[in-house]
């Protein structure tokens, strides 16, 4: 047996002993977590790029891994009866199938390469729905971290499982990935092609392949811009501290200030700069036509966001115009508000019914 390399010495004794297959699973993992929490990378195609296989394979095999350690019956290959290969296969390729492949017949309870990846997907497709699901009934709930951490967590689970149990079958039973099998048919496949039409194939299909590639590349690293929108809303503080879309003043008293909270969200794609008006009004609703008879500003507020930048602002109204159903009004400009404030010209409105009373 060979010794393992220098590199290898430094890693845990349970991580060198991992067949290779299973030892990429963990990588994928590790490699995941890496470009998902590292600052700079997390906004880059990398997390993208990790991110889908993670999700969409990794748990899945590490599952099929640990129901199937045995080596499965696979398609059966062109030989002779007496056991040779048939045509004119190097010598290199016969001694690379027999390193990858187990000596003695294969187990029939077992599942084959192509069946095992087809499973990997679908089990994925399956089981991470199923922890986003056990995630939405925990304080946790479907984030970022806490879907990456469940996800991870039992991939290595799994995959601890399905390295014990394929360590307790015989050598000659535990499945294996003949890598150099593939790599030689593929190189045989690719450089020494039979016919001219299995050639025009080849070339054909290494350039659909760099196509698909490309294409994919290019999709993540130049993503398509969503919808551009800002958010602007009012809020209130409840009972315990916390803020909420509920129990808006309603009831004011002339000169007497009642608090409430302003916030604007940007989702413009672009820096932009805000300005928000509060105005207190007196309108008269006739015939489903509003129409504003008097207006007063009370409070005017500039502000700058980036892109996907929140503000919120906690501040006090106090109305000096007094009657019964004036109109609290929040108006959101990009840029400078004109002279006459009208829900027709803002960007963004909103406003509040409320009843002004005179001191007593």
């Known amino acids: ?17 991992l067949p290779a297959d299973l030892a990429a699973v963990v990588a994928a993992v590790a490699l995941t977590v890496v470009a998902v929490f590292t600052p700079g990378l997390d906004e880059t195609p990398l997390r993208v790029i990790v991110g889908l296989p993670f999700v969409l394979f990794v748990p899945g095999y590490a599952l099929i891994a640990a129901l199937f350690p045995e080596a499965g ?13 048939d045509g004119d296969a190097d010598a290199e390729a016969e001694a690379a199938d027999a390193a990858d492949v187990a000596a003695g017949p294969a187990d029939e309870s077992g ?7 087809a499973l990997s997907f679908g089990t994925s497709i399956a089981v ?8 939405n009934f925990t304080p946790f709930g479907i984030r970022l971290v806490p879907i990456v951490a469940s996800v991870g967590g039992v991939t290595l689970v799994l ?8 360590r307790a079958l015989p050598e000659d039973e535990r499945f294996r990935v003949p890598y150099r099998r593939w790599a030689s048919d593929a190189r045989a496949e690719l450089f020494e092609p039979d016919t001219r039409t299995d050639a025009a ?17 290019y999709a993540v690293a ?14 209130t503080e409840g009972e315990d501290g916390e803020l909420v879309a509920d129990d808006y003043p309603t009831e ?3 000169g007497e200030p009642q608090s409430l909270v302003v916030g604007v969200s940007n989702h413009e794609h672009r820096p932009v700069n805000y300005t928000v008006v509060a105005a207190i009004q007196r309108v008269e609703v006739s015939n489903n036509s509003t129409t504003v008879t008097d207006s007063s500003r009370l409070r005017q507020w500039r502000v700058e966001l980036a892109d996907n930048e929140t503000w919120q602002l906690r501040h006090t109204v106090a109305p000096e115009m007094t009657g019964d159903r004036l109109r609290l009004t929040y108006f959101l400009y990009t840029g400078d508000p004109p002279e006459t404030l009208r829900a027709d010209t803002a960007y963004r409105e909103l406003h509040l019914w409320v009843n002004v009373t005179a001191p007593t």
Request: glycine share 6%.
């Open 1 to 17: 047996m060979r010794a393992d390399p220098r590199w290898r010495q430094i890693l845990p004794a349970p991580v060198r002993r």
């Open 73 to 85: 019956s696979g398609p059966t290959d062109d030989r002779d009866p007496d056991g040779s290969v």
């Open 111 to 117: 599942i084959d390469g192509i069946e095992r990846v």
């Open 128 to 135: 991470v729905p199923l922890i986003g699901l056990v995630l």
């Open 159 to 166: 995959t601890a499982v399905a390295a014990r149990r394929r």
């Open 201 to 217: 194939l080849n070339v054909l299909l290494a350039i659909s392949v760099v196509i698909a590639v490309s294409s994919v590349g």
């Open 222 to 235: 130049v993503p398509k811009q969503g919808e551009s929108f800002s958010e602007f809303y009012l809020l």
């Open 252 to 254: 004011f008293t002339q």
